[in-house]
T-cell receptor, first 108, second 114 residues
Framework: GIQVEQSPPDLILQEGANSTLRCNFSDSVNNLQWFHQNPWGQLINLFYIPSGTKQNGRLSATTVATERYSLLYISSSQTTDSGVYFC??????????FGTGTSLTVIP | NAGVTQTPKFQVLKTGQSMTLQCAQDMNHEYMSWYRQDPGMGLRLIHYSVGAGITDQGEVPNGYNVSRSTTEDFPLRLLSAAPSQTSVYFC?????????????FGPGTRLLVL
């Protein structure tokens, strides 16, 4: 199956700092999504981004499909950004493969 | 809309017992799926369905059965629970064929098998 690798595995930031999370995948994908899992376990979709760049407030994402990676940018981080960030990819067969996540802790 | 709902929130089973995890969505989504989340391993797809009457296996289907008799409901059955099935289970749904196939997740069911 496809390999989905995320880096870094853990990240600790001071409130207000910026960060970049990376997702590498081993095959061409039909669909790529970024999710945030909050400390209570709820999974929230952040971006559907199989290619190109999107922005939503302090978050933005870029996927370079030809080079098989995606980046999630978090600017001016807040304590509410804490949690685990996952990327998930679909090869076109309705089967999503998740990475192991980046655990982010934002310190006040 | 209630979105994606899951019951129960938490369950303890003994090895060999059976149970059904319930999942329902009120967004008229065609695609529904079940994942399990284990520490340090991300989410892994168990089974999925692209519409009523259609189901298929995901990455880790062994020990689980599913059925999809209605668009709204997608129950996951454990016929004979094993300690290796201790995990957090998430149900998700989305449109199929839409230009943006955002997945919506339920709140999860924590299962402990003793």
């Amino acid at each position: 199956g496809i390999q989905v690798e995320q880096s870094p595995p853990d990240l600790i930031l001071q409130e207000g700092a910026n960060s970049t999370l990376r997702c590498n995948f081993s095959d061409s994908v039909n669909n790529l999504q970024w999710f945030h899992q909050n400390p209570w376990g709820q999974l929230i979709n952040l971006f559907y981004i199989p290619s190109g760049t999107k922005q939503n407030g302090r978050l933005s994402a870029t996927t370079v499909a030809t080079e098989r990676y995606s980046l999630l940018y978090i600017s001016s981080s807040q304590t509410t950004d804490s949690g685990v960030y996952f990327c998930a990819v679909d090869l076109g067969g309705n089967q999503f493969y998740f990475g192991t996540g980046t655990s982010l802790t934002v310190i006040p | 809309n209630a979105g994606v709902t899951q019951t129960p929130k938490f369950q303890v089973l003994k090895t060999g017992q059976s149970m059904t995890l319930q999942c329902a969505q009120d967004m008229n989504h065609e695609y529904m799926s079940w994942y399990r989340q284990d520490p340090g391993m991300g989410l892994r797809l168990i089974h999925y369905s692209v519409g009523a009457g259609i189901t298929d296996q995901g990455e880790v289907p062994n020990g689980y059965n599913v059925s999809r008799s209605t668009t709204e409901d997608f129950p996951l059955r454990l016929l004979s629970a094993a300690p290796s099935q201790t995990s957090v289970y998430f149900c998700a749904s989305s449109y199929v064929g839409a230009s943006q196939e955002t997945q919506y997740f339920g709140p999860g069911t924590r299962l402990l098998v003793l």
